[in-house]
């Protein structure tokens, strides 16, 4: 059984490394084709613990075909069988996400996708509750048909009640703590906070709680023919089992106390506020809060020029956040920032003796940043 994960392009190895820590499977990741990765299983559970489990994809699919596509009538190349998935009764919808430039747009494809499987199973369409859905993904010239075998998108996060103009997706936030080398002995700050994305992050990564512990019976998959052997509820609870209840040294900070509050309520949500720490204070108060060569990771996705900060004004900024952060950080410590301009940050690190590597560059949507890791 071939399986497809759909991940954001620059975090593919980050996928690869949470599929073979949950399920000892190895991925390949198509060169030539970000964001997609495949591999193979026999095992239904094992596609059950990666969708309750994993923190850095957005979709996973059984991999049906994949064809090149340049024009809409390519779509007729297409090959598939789901008879094991399906009865008379069974009805279905067609979902398509597609990134690049194409001479057709989504609705066309999912017109045409779903024409060609009433034709071939007189299957009923059903957009709002369906038994079934097939998903197609379009990047570029590539189409990779699958069954969606979740029925949700896996990069958000039931617990984002209270947002953040700067907010990070949880998918993003978790693979910036994974880049770093991360692990739960040590100790990790944010002082850039926002809505506590990062931190709850790598708090479930820390406590190894299920990012869906509380959306158990929200997943398609407990509804699909070939699922019917699993006893989800003695596989979640085995999974569970594995829950740590310590409280980690993974802390969030914020100059505001509505933001700070936020954060809590947003840790609360997501079942691991006893896990982590959010504190208020402003930048320069960080070697007053810490101790010098205290703090072994600084994981943040930094103010940026913009509408409420002009140039000068996050110039102070980083130059306050690299002078307390040097102190703060220890000889092997490490700091990964995110942001869409290097440049003005690499300056200011480099002012108080830093080094500074661009270790990837990720597209969040349209854009694109850089992740740098900064070390003494």
């Excluded at 975090?11 to 990741?29: A, G, M, P, R």
């Excluded at 060169?31 to 979709?59: C, G, H, M, R, W």
Aim: positive net charge; glycine residues 4%; charged residues 35%.
């Amino acid at each position: 059984m071939k399986s497809l994960l759909i991940t954001h392009p620059g975090i593919e190895d980050i996928s690869q490394l949470e599929v073979k820590e949950l399920i000892k499977k190895d991925t390949k990741i198509d060169a030539k084709q970000p964001s997609v990765i495949t591999f193979e299983t026999n095992k239904y559970e094992d596609l059950v613990k990666i969708a309750y489990k994993s923190q850095s994809i957005s979709k996973i699919l059984i991999l049906l075909d994949q064809i090149k596509i340049t024009k809409i009538n390519d779509i007729k190349k297409l090959k598939f069988d789901i008879k094991d998935w399906i009865n008379k009764k069974t009805s279905f919808k067609v979902k398509c996400k597609r990134m690049g430039k194409h001479s057709f747009n989504s609705k066309e494809i999912e017109e045409e996708i779903g024409g060609l499987f009433i034709d071939k199973y007189k299957l009923k369409v059903n957009l709002t509750e369906p038994d079934i859905i097939i998903f197609a993904y379009v990047y570029n010239e590539n189409l990779y048909l699958g069954i969606d075998i979740t029925g949700m998108n896996l990069s958000k996060r039931s617990y984002k009640i209270f947002h953040h103009p700067d907010s990070l997706k949880g998918t993003i936030a978790y693979a910036l703590t994974r880049i770093s080398g991360y692990k739960p002995n040590k100790k990790i700050i944010n002082p850039f906070c926002s809505d506590g994305t990062i931190i709850i992050e790598t708090g479930l990564f820390a406590s190894n709680f299920p990012v869906r512990f509380f959306e158990k019976e929200k997943f398609l998959f407990k509804e699909l023919k070939p699922f019917s052997h699993i006893d989800f509820d003695k596989l979640f609870k085995k999974l569970d089992s594995n829950i740590k209840k310590d409280k980690f040294q993974i802390i969030g900070s914020e100059s505001l106390l509505r933001h700070i509050n936020s954060c809590k309520k947003n840790a609360k949500i997501s079942g691991i506020d006893r896990n982590v720490e959010f504190r208020r204070y402003d930048i320069e108060w960080l070697d007053t809060k810490f101790n010098k060569n205290e703090i072994d990771f600084i994981i943040t996705r930094i103010i940026e020029p913009g509408k409420f900060f002009d140039k000068k004004k996050i110039e102070k900024i980083y130059k306050e956040f690299f002078y307390h952060t040097e102190f703060v950080l220890n000889k092997n410590g490490k700091m990964i920032i995110l942001s869409r301009k290097k440049d003005l940050i690499t300056t200011k690190a480099e002012e108080f003796k830093l080094k500074v590597n661009i270790n990837r560059q990720l597209q969040i949507g349209d854009s694109n940043y850089y992740v740098l890791e900064i070390k003494k």
